[in-house]
């Protein structure tokens, strides 16, 4: 059995809106010194998710394999982008955020997040980054305050170094790139037009090269329409070498 793997095309669509990201991050940093520049840099990038995903939705669909792994592969970059937009601020502020205003933040903000997995993908993450920056904006009649500001950035900061923790330490992010899986197949649709793949079997197979890899052998449950999909494992050797 080979390996299947991203095509060239959506390779190159990839490194493309990856160019386009840091391109755009850039330039939103050589611009940020305010607490206010932070979070309208934050709203900017974040707002070229719907161009990215509305390039990918041309060439593939975003519910199929090649569509989401492009996606997903993007999603996991602008929330890195994010938190370097937020520490970035953080690191240059002059003055310490006070305390009271962090929890006042937190508490105006906390009620409304979301349950997260505890390997969440990255879009979700972006999903509630998205919503407290609406909730910001309607919330914080005091958000001209550089203090309020400030310590809204240090939320957006937590949400997004908690989840670049699962990418980055060794150890975990091996279980980071599992649970991804199967929240890949939960977005994956059929062609008869449904997401509802379930997992008949998992196997960790070598590849001709000794590389291994996840293969999920997959069955619709509204029509019995059967797949598989293969999934990189980079960091499995990750948990032999501790
Ligand atoms: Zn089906």
Avoid: W
């Avoid at 190159?12 to 939103?28: D, Q």
């Avoid at 449904?194 to 997959?218: A, C, I, M």
């Amino acid at each position: 059995m080979s390996k299947l793997e991203l095509s060239e095309h959506a390779h190159r669509i990839l490194k493309e809106e990856l160019a386009e990201l840091e391109h755009i991050y850039n330039s939103i940093a050589e611009y940020t010194s305010t607490s206010t520049d932070a979070i309208s840099g934050i709203c900017s990038i974040l707002n070229k998710r719907s161009r990215y995903f509305g390039i990918v939705g041309e060439h593939f669909s975003v519910q199929d394999f090649d569509g989401i792994t492009v996606i997903d592969t993007l999603d996991e970059c602008l929330v890195r982008y994010i938190h370097k937009i937020a520490m970035a601020h953080l690191e240059s502020r002059t003055t310490s955020i006070s305390e009271s205003t962090s929890i006042d933040i937190k508490t105006r903000m906390l009620p409304n997040a979301t349950e997260m997995p505890r390997y969440p993908a990255g879009y979700r993450i972006l999903h509630v980054i998205r919503e407290y920056i609406r909730l910001f904006d309607t919330q914080a009649h005091d958000k001209e305050l550089n203090d309020v500001c400030g310590a809204f950035i240090n939320v957006i900061s937590g949400i997004a170094s908690a989840y670049i923790r699962t990418r980055d330490i060794v150890n975990v992010r091996h279980f980071s790139d599992v649970a991804r899986e199967y929240d890949v197949v939960s977005r994956l649709k059929c062609k008869c037009g449904k997401e509802k793949f379930q997992v008949k079997l998992q196997k960790l197979v070598n590849s001709d090269l000794g590389t291994p890899y996840d293969s999920l052998d997959l069955e619709c449950r509204a029509c019995g329409h059967q797949r598989s999909v293969t999934f990189d494992l980079p960091h499995l050797s990750d948990l032999y070498q501790s």
